[in-house]
């Protein structure tokens, strides 16, 4: 089973609807991220969580908000999705250090949003 | 803040040839790391190194090799012998290393690489 999994994989909404993307891993992470991707752009942080109780907003929070229900647990949501959220969407996790894979994120599939 | 710039957006090699994909940063952090993701047609993001701001050793991995240079912000991945199963998108990214901006990464623009047959 992969170790951070996201749903749904694919969603077409029309503007204005409301859409959460949920993200859930694994890993025992306790840091927790969500990126956008757009072509020619790369990937850009939209929030990012060290803990269930710290959370914080990253290069491009605007239209977003989320919710880290619990370790495991990162959702991203649109409040009222408009077209150019047309995107990627990533999740990833990390751990805090002590260890090989230090600073290095582990990437979920991605959630592919189109916004009509 | 912390950019990430590779300047190729596209590159298009015959199957053998070597290929260089350059990436150059900018930070004010004196601790940080570097990171190279693969990201295929499928479009998932496939972890390929990461690089200590302290080490300076140019590392190679069977036929991908990358060159850190400090002194000019550099680190630049080489696909020595392209095949097909190269083609994908490429992005170089940063991370603070400390401080409340610990773990984020800062992606470049990413660069589209296509090997023919």
């Known amino acids: 089973d992969a170790d951070v999994t996201q749903t749904p994989r694919n969603r077409i909404t029309k503007t204005g609807k409301r859409i959460m993307l949920e993200c859930s891993q694994t890993?025992?992470?306790?840091?927790m991220y969500w990126y956008r991707q757009d072509p020619g752009l790369g990937l850009r942080l939209i929030y990012y969580s060290f803990d269930v109780k710290d959370i914080n907003k990253g290069e491009i929070s605007d239209g977003y908000s989320v919710s880290r229900q619990a370790q495991a647990k990162f959702s991203l949501s649109l409040e009222s999705a408009i077209p150019n959220q047309t995107a990627l969407y990533f999740c990833?996790?990390?751990?805090?250090?002590?260890?090989?894979?230090?600073?290095?994120?582990?990437f979920g599939p991605g959630t592919r949003l189109t916004v009509l | 803040a912390q950019k990430v710039t590779q300047a190729q957006t596209e590159i298009s090699v015959v199957e053998k040839e070597d290929v260089t994909l350059d990436c150059v940063y900018e930070t004010r952090d004196t601790t940080y790391y570097l990171f190279w993701y693969k990201q295929p047609p499928s479009g998932e993001l496939v972890f390929l190194i990461r690089r200590n701001s302290f080490d300076e050793q140019n590392e190679i991995s069977g036929r991908y090799s990358w060159n850190f240079q400090k002194s000019t912000s550099s680190f630049n991945f080489t696909i020595t012998a392209s095949q097909v199963v190269d083609s994908a998108v490429y992005f170089c990214a940063l991370s603070y290393a400390g401080g409340t901006s610990y773990g984020k990464l800062t992606f470049g623009q990413g660069t589209i690489l296509t090997v023919h047959p």
């Open positions: 990833a996790t990390s751990d805090q250090g002590g260890s090989r894979s230090y600073n290095e994120q582990f």
């Open positions: 890993k025992g992470h306790d840091r």
